[in-house]
C-alpha cells in the first residue's frame, strides 16, 4: 500500500498498474512491435510473490469474493496451459524469436546513420527472414508439427508458465483493487 499511497496521483488504472510495477510500454522498430514490462521492479516481485504464496497455494487462498474469483482464474488457466502443448509451444516459439528479432532491431537502429550500407541492408534482410522464420514455425506448430527450439527456448518454456499464469491472475487482482479502492476513496 506505500506503493500506491494516496491514490490521488493517479489519473487512470494505467498509472496505477505501472506504479505497482505491471504496466506494459509499446515499442516499435520497422515491421517489428513489442512490449516491455514498467514500472516498480520491486513491488513486481512482491505481486509475484504474494501470488506464489496466496493463491497459487490453495490452502491459503483468501476466502473472500475476489480470493476465490483469484483462485478459479488461477486453476482455469492452469488446467489450460497444460491441456494445450501446441500453446505452450506457440508462446514459446514467440518469446524465443521476439528476443531475436528485438536484438536484431537495436543493431539496425544503432546502424540508422548510413542508411544505403550493404551492412544495414543484410540487417534488415536477417530480420525480416527471421520474422518470416517465427510466423513459420508458429503455423507448423498451429498445425500439430513437432517443432523443437534450441535448448534454452525450451527451459525457458517449462519455467516461464507458472509464471505467466501468476501475473495473468495478478493483472486479475488490480483490476478489482482499483475500482475498490477508488469506491473507498482512500486519498
Known amino acids: 500500500m506505500i506503493q500506491i ?8 488504472r494505467a498509472a496505477f498498474k505501472r506504479r505497482l510495477g505491471m504496466g506494459k510500454d509499446q515499442y516499435q522498430s520497422g515491421d517489428v512491435q513489442y512490449f ?3 514500472g516498480s521492479s520491486e513491488a513486481r516481485s512482491q ?4 501470488c506464489r504464496q496466496c493463491i497459487v497455494y490453495s490452502p491459503r487462498r483468501p476466502t473472500s469474493l475476489v480470493g476465490k474469483e483469484l483462485g478459479a482464474k488461477y486453476n482455469e488457466l492452469l488446467a489450460k496451459y497444460s491441456s494445450d502443448g501446441n500453446l505452450g509451444k506457440i ?3 514467440a518469446k524465443y524469436f ?6 536484431i532491431a537495436k543493431i539496425e537502429s544503432s546502424m540508422a546513420e548510413t542508411p544505403n550500407s550493404p551492412a544495414l541492408l543484410q540487417i534488415k534482410a ?5 520474422i518470416q522464420s517465427k510466423d513459420a514455425l508458429i503455423l507448423a506448430a498451429q498445425s500439430g508439427v513437432n517443432v523443437d527450439l534450441p535448448s534454452d527456448g525450451t ?4 519455467k516461464g508458465f507458472k509464471t505467466l499464469i501468476a501475473f495473468k491472475v495478478i493483472s486479475l487482482a488490480l483490476r478489482r483493487l482499483w475500482p475498490m479502492l477508488q469506491k473507498a476513496n482512500c486519498t
Open 126 to 130: 536477417v530480420k525480416l527472414a527471421t
Open 98 to 103: 521476439d528476443k531475436q528479432i528485438e536484438a
Open 155 to 158: 527451459s525457458q518454456k517449462a
Open 36 to 38: 516491455r514490462n514498467s
Open 91 to 93: 508462446q514459446a516459439i
Open 47 to 50: 505481486l509475484l510473490l504474494w
Open 5 to 12: 499511497y494516496p491514490l490521488t496521483r493517479f489519473s487512470s
